[in-house]
RNA sequence: GGCGGGGUAGCUCAGCUGGUUAGAGCAGUGGAAUCAUAAUCCACGUGUCGGGGGUUCGAGUCCCUCUCCCGCUACCA
C-alpha cells in the first residue's frame, strides 16, 4: 500500500545535547513539521527524521561537571528535545541519538566503508592547542604573549601538540563535488549559500581529521581502540542510520534513501554540503538531493546569546502567543533562508491581522451567518453564480500553486499565496451582502454562504501544514469528519443539510497582559547588570 | 585582502532575460458597510529606485566608478 505512493524523506541536524533547546532549534524543526505534514496530506509516505548528538568532549565534561556518567547524562538532556517535540506538535517518525546501538553500529560499518575504499587513512594531526579551551587555534588566530608563548584569541596559552589521527581524504574530492554540484543545481539552497559552497570547494580542500585520541566519549574506530570518529563523520552518519544503515538491502534503506531533503542552520551547511556528500560518495551510498540553509532569528532586532541573555525559549513563546500563532509566524514573517526577527510588535501584528481579522473572522463571520440564520444546517450550493466560480476556483487553484512554494521550502510563498484566497473571499462576504440576502433572497444567501463555507474548508485544510490544531478546530466547526481532511478530499465538498456545532472563534486575538504582571520572553529586559 | 549578495515608499520587502503613469503588506488619513473576534470592504503615496558617469529611441532593470551594509573565506558544535 504504501508501496506505490512517492516517498519523502527529510531530517533535521541531530541537535547538540549540551544546549537547551531554543528558538532555533524549534525553527528548523518547525520548517520540516510542516514540510512533511504537507508532504503526508498530499498523498507521500513520509519519514520524517530529528534526533540528537550526544558525543564529544563537551558532553562528557558536562556530565563530569554534573557528577554523572555520560549516559546517564545525555539520557536526561536529549528528553529536553524529546519535550519540545512534543510541545510544539511536531510530527517526526523517528527520534534517533547517536548514543544508541543501531547509529554506533553504522558509523563502524561506514567507517569500514571508507578504510576499504582507501579514503581514510592513519596519519597525526597537530596544532596549536589550547588545553584551557581544549580547543585547537588556527595560527593567523594568535598573538604573541609576553615570554615568547603564542596566545589564543580567548587569552589561553597555546602549546604545539601533535597526536595520531585519521584523516579523510577530502583532498581528492574537490572536482568530483564541484561536478556533482553543477550536475545538481538544486542540492543547496538558497542560491546564494550555493555560490558560497562552490566558492568554498573552489578555493581547495584539506584532508579531513576525522579520529581522536584526547578523549573517548565518542564512537570506537574500528581496529583501533586509542580512537574515537569525530564528530562530523559520528553526527552526519545518523542520516542514514535512521533508515537501516548498513543493511542497504533493508527495504527502508532502499525505499527512503537518498534523502530528500536535510535541513540545517547556515552555521553548518558546509559539513552538509560538502563533507557530507564526499564521506557517502566516498563510501558508495548515494548523496543526499537536498540541503537546504535557513537563516537565524534575532530578538528585538538583537543578536540572542547566552550572554546577552536573550535566549528565546520555545516552550515559553507557545505559551505566551499560542503555539499555532508562532509556528504561523516563523514560517511567514521572512522569506525562508533570510535571517528574521523576531519582535512583540510583529508577533502581535501577524496575529491581529492575519489570523484573527483575516482567516479567524472570515471563518467565523460566515459559520455564525449558517448558525443563525440557517438553522446551523450547512445550506446548499444552488447554481453558481461568476463570482462564485471565480472564488471556488481561487481557491480549487490554491494546492497547485502550495505543492510550488513546498516544493522549494518556500513557506512564506505558500502562506502568501493562501491569504491571497483568504482575502478574496472576504471581498466575496462584502460584495455579495448575504445579511441583506437574508431579506430579499434567502435562497441566495443560502448559497453564498456554503460557498464561503467551502471556501474555508479548503483553506482549512490546506493550512494544515502550518497550524495543525487550529486548522483541526475549524474543520471540526464545518463538521468535516477526520477522514476527509487529506489533499485528496479537496475535491470533495461539504455535504449541505449538515448540522454543524456552534461557532467558536479560533485565532483569539492577543491581549496585552495588565500593567505590572507583564512577563514573557519578549518582554522588555530588566535591567541588565553592569558588572563585568 | 579575495569571492559573493545587497542598498527601491515611514517600516519589511517584490520588481525575470531593459519598454505603458515603479508595486505589495504593515503603519497613517478619509469613506462605506454592520454578518463577524470594533473584525470587513473601498479610496489616498511629489518615492532624487545609495551618489556620479556611460550605452540606448528608452534603464530601478545593462556597463564603469564611488560609497555604505551583509555573507563566505575549514576541522567549537
Keep these: 500500500?504504501?508501496?506505490?505512493?512517492?516517498?519523502?524523506?527529510?531530517?533535521?541536524?541531530?541537535?547538540?545535547?549540551?544546549?537547551?533547546?531554543?528558538?532555533?532549534?524549534?525553527?528548523?524543526?518547525?520548517?520540516c513539521d510542516a514540510l512533511a505534514r504537507f508532504m503526508r496530506l498530499d498523498g507521500h509516505d513520509v519519514r520524517?527524521?530529528?534526533?540528537?548528538?550526544?558525543?564529544?568532549?563537551?558532553?562528557?565534561?558536562s556530565a563530569?561537571?554534573?557528577?554523572?556518567?555520560?549516559?546517564?547524562?545525555?539520557?536526561?538532556?536529549?528528553?529536553?528535545?524529546?519535550?519540545?517535540?512534543?510541545?510544539?506538535?511536531?510530527?517526526?517518525?523517528d527520534f534517533i541519538r547517536t548514543t544508541e546501538a543501531r547509529h554506533i553500529r553504522s558509523c563502524q560499518a561506514i567507517w569500514r566503508k571508507l578504510v576499504a575504499a582507501g579514503e581514510i587513512y592513519l596519519g597525526s594531526y597537530a596544532g596549536w592547542y589550547a588545553v584551557r579551551d581544549e580547543a585547537f587555534y588556527g595560527e593567523n588566530e594568535l598573538q604573541d604573549g609576553p615570554d615568547g608563548k603564542k596566545i589564543a584569541p580567548s587569552g589561553a596559552e597555546v602549546e604545539w601538540v601533535e597526536e595520531p589521527s585519521y584523516f579523510f581524504k577530502l583532498s581528492a574530492w574537490q572536482d568530483r563535488l564541484l561536478a556533482f554540484y553543477q550536475a545538481n543545481p538544486d542540492f543547496i539552497l538558497p542560491e546564494s549559500r550555493r555560490n558560497e559552497v562552490i566558492s568554498f570547494?573552489?578555493?581547495?580542500?584539506?584532508?579531513?581529521?576525522?579520529?581522536?585520541?584526547?578523549?573517548?566519549?565518542?564512537?570506537?574506530?574500528?581496529?583501533?581502540?586509542?580512537?574515537i570518529m569525530y564528530v562530523w563523520l559520528d553526527a552526519l552518519t545518523n542520516y542514514i542510520t535512521a533508515v537501516g544503515y548498513p543493511e542497504t538491502e533493508r527495504e527502508s534503506f532502499k525505499r527512503y534513501w537518498p534523502a530528500d531533503l536535510h535541513m540545517?542552520?547556515?552555521?553548518?551547511?558546509?559539513?552538509?554540503?560538502?563533507?557530507?556528500?564526499?564521506?557517502?560518495?566516498?563510501?558508495?551510498?548515494?548523496?543526499?538531493?537536498?540541503?537546504?540553509?535557513?537563516?537565524?532569528?534575532?530578538?528585538?532586532?538583537?543578536?540572542?546569546?547566552?550572554?546577552?541573555?536573550?535566549?528565546?525559549?520555545?516552550?515559553?513563546?507557545?505559551?505566551?502567543?499560542?503555539?499555532?500563532?508562532?509556528?504561523?509566524?516563523?514560517?511567514?514573517?521572512?522569506?525562508?533562508?533570510?535571517?528574521?526577527d523576531f519582535s512583540h510588535r510583529a508577533m502581535v501584528?501577524?496575529?491581529?491581522?492575519?489570523?484573527?481579522?483575516?482567516?479567524?473572522?472570515?471563518?467565523?463571520?460566515?459559520?455564525?451567518?449558517?448558525?443563525?440564520?440557517?438553522?446551523?444546517?450547512?445550506?446548499?450550493?444552488?447554481?453558481?453564480?461568476?463570482?462564485?466560480?471565480?472564488?471556488?476556483?481561487?481557491?480549487?487553484?490554491?494546492?497547485?500553486?502550495?505543492?510550488?512554494?513546498?516544493?522549494?521550502?518556500?513557506?512564506?510563498?505558500?502562506?502568501?499565496?493562501?491569504?491571497?484566497v483568504i482575502g478574496a473571499a472576504n471581498r466575496y462576504i462584502d460584495e455579495q451582502a448575504p445579511w441583506t440576502l437574508r431579506k430579499t433572497d434567502p435562497a441566495r444567501m443560502g448559497a453564498v454562504l456554503y460557498t464561503v463555507a467551502e471556501v474555508v474548508r479548503r483553506l482549512a485544510i490546506l493550512s494544515q501544514p502550518v497550524m495543525p490544531g487550529s486548522m483541526g478546530r475549524m474543520?471540526?466547526?464545518?463538521?468535516?469528519?477526520?477522514?476527509?481532511?487529506?489533499?485528496?478530499?479537496?475535491?470533495?465538498?461539504?455535504?449541505?443539510?449538515?448540522?454543524?456545532?456552534?461557532?467558536?472563534?479560533?485565532?483569539?486575538?492577543?491581549?496585552?497582559?495588565?500593567?505590572?504582571?507583564?512577563?514573557?520572553?519578549?518582554?522588555?529586559?530588566p535591567g541588565r547588570s553592569t558588572s563585568h
Design 201 to 227: 570547494v573552489k578555493g581547495g580542500l584539506r584532508d579531513l581529521s576525522v579520529s581522536r585520541t584526547t578523549f573517548k566519549w565518542g564512537v570506537p574506530v574500528p581496529d583501533d581502540p586509542d580512537h
Design 64 to 93: 563530569r561537571a554534573a557528577g554523572m556518567d555520560p549516559q546517564a547524562f545525555t539520557d536526561r538532556v536529549s528528553q529536553n528535545f524529546r519535550d519540545l517535540t512534543d510541545a510544539w506538535n511536531f510530527s517526526n517518525d
Design 264 to 340: 540545517v542552520g547556515k552555521d553548518i551547511l558546509r559539513f552538509h554540503a560538502v563533507y557530507w556528500p564526499a564521506f557517502l560518495m566516498g563510501a558508495g551510498i548515494d548523496p543526499p538531493h537536498r540541503v537546504y540553509a535557513h537563516g537565524w532569528w534575532t530578538n528585538e532586532g538583537e543578536k540572542i546569546s547566552k550572554s546577552l541573555g536573550n535566549v528565546i525559549d520555545p516552550l515559553e513563546l507557545a505559551a505566551k502567543y499560542g503555539l499555532d500563532q508562532v509556528r504561523y509566524f516563523l514560517l511567514r514573517e521572512v522569506p525562508f533562508g533570510n535571517d528574521g
Design 349 to 420: 501584528g501577524r496575529m491581529t491581522n492575519d489570523l484573527a481579522n483575516d482567516f479567524g473572522n472570515l471563518a467565523q463571520r460566515s459559520l455564525s451567518m449558517i448558525a443563525k440564520n440557517c438553522g446551523g444546517r450547512l445550506p446548499g450550493p444552488g447554481a453558481p453564480s461568476d463570482a462564485d466560480r471565480a472564488l471556488l476556483d481561487a481557491a480549487g487553484d490554491l494546492l497547485a500553486r502550495l505543492r510550488g512554494e513546498y516544493r522549494v521550502q518556500a513557506f512564506n510563498r505558500a502562506l502568501e499565496a493562501t491569504w491571497e
Design 48 to 61: 520524517f527524521l530529528t534526533g540528537t548528538d550526544e558525543h564529544g568532549q563537551k558532553v562528557a565534561n
Design 475 to 525: 474543520l471540526d466547526q464545518l463538521g468535516v469528519p477526520d477522514d476527509a481532511r487529506d489533499f485528496a478530499a479537496l475535491a470533495v465538498p461539504l455535504a449541505p443539510g449538515t448540522t454543524l456545532p456552534q461557532p467558536q472563534g479560533v485565532f483569539p486575538r492577543y491581549v496585552e497582559p495588565e500593567a505590572g504582571a507583564d512577563r514573557g520572553p519578549a518582554g522588555p529586559a
Design 1 to 31: 500500500m504504501s508501496g506505490s505512493r512517492p516517498r519523502y524523506y527529510l531530517t533535521t541536524p541531530i541537535y547538540y545535547v549540551n544546549d537547551v533547546p531554543h528558538i532555533g532549534h524549534a525553527y528548523t524543526t518547525l520548517a
